[in-house]
């Protein structure tokens, strides 16, 4: 899954696919390095991030969105928590909702199932207080998977991230790393973003222009570990790093 932000102020690559002609381009590439899904996003969400209106996201995303759609055969998930800008999308031709806050949003639920459309439910909370770290966060999934299935949305289409960066410290974000594969419990296709995160920083002390080494680490490590999409900046490089993880984890 590549990334396109087209946002003034995401962490890694803020202001550089505002244009509706960059962040098109932008996506044909990486889809040219070996992308197989698109993640078209129109809020940051960096710590200390400025949060934007639901009217604000649709006119940053939905240009994008009709003009990178018919240009890529792959594809395209639209990165949002409210359920206004998850329907103008589904609209537009998007396939894939990819939320951050689990279908907290009244409506999204319903406009994913009416939609048919595959959702990413992320974990998150505000705050960083566990009782148990990866206990939590099965709980956490197998209430949101009940809560989607209540709304009709079919079990199939729902793909679970553990929220690396979101609600935890960067301990815990290595921890969650470290025991991916109890996930795999859940019977979802499990998806890791990781690409540049400050955790990655806090271990090998550099700052965010310096973290692709780490970045295919993560990569390498949550692939083995079960991963079955990772989000990621660095697509041509990511792209090797997974086909070499499948080569020696895969048969065929």
């Not at 932008?26 to 940051?44: F, K, L, N, T, Y």
């Not at 009940?146 to 949305?153: Q, R």
């Not at 679970?160 to 790393?177: A, C, S």
Request: hydrophobic share 45%; glycine share 8%.
């Amino acid at each position: 899954m590549g990334i396109l932000n087209v946002t003034p102020d995401s962490f890694s690559d803020g202001g550089r696919y505002e244009t509706v002609e960059a962040a098109k381009a932008r996506a044909i590439e990486m889809v040219a390095q070996g992308a197989d899904i698109i993640d078209i996003g129109g809020e940051s969400t960096r710590p200390g991030h400025t949060p934007v209106d639901a009217a604000e996201e649709m006119r940053r995303v939905l240009p994008v969105l009709e003009a990178v759609i018919p240009a890529v055969p792959v594809p395209v998930s639209v990165d949002t928590s409210k359920a206004a800008v998850a329907r103008a999308a589904l609209a537009a031709g998007a396939h894939i909702v990819n939320d951050q806050w689990a279908l907290r949003d009244e409506g999204m639920a319903e406009a994913v199932a009416a939609a048919g459309a595959p959702v990413v439910l992320m974990h998150n909370q505000k705050g960083t207080a566990y009782r148990d770290l990866m206990a939590d966060i099965i709980a956490y999934f197998n209430e949101r998977i009940a809560f989607a299935a209540s709304a009709g949305i079919l079990r199939e289409r729902i793909i679970i991230d553990p929220g690396i960066g979101f609600g935890k410290t960067p301990e815990q974000n290595l921890e969650v790393m470290r025991r991916l594969e109890e996930l795999n419990a859940l019977g979802c296709p499990i998806l890791i973003g990781t690409s540049r995160k400050s955790f990655i920083g806090y271990a090998l002390d550099l700052p965010v222009s310096e973290r692709m080494e780490g970045t295919a680490a993560t990569v390498a490590v949550g692939i083995m570990k079960g991963a079955d999409i990772v989000r990621v900046h660095d697509v041509k490089e990511m792209v090797r790093v997974a086909r070499m993880t499948d080569a020696l984890k895969r048969k065929g």
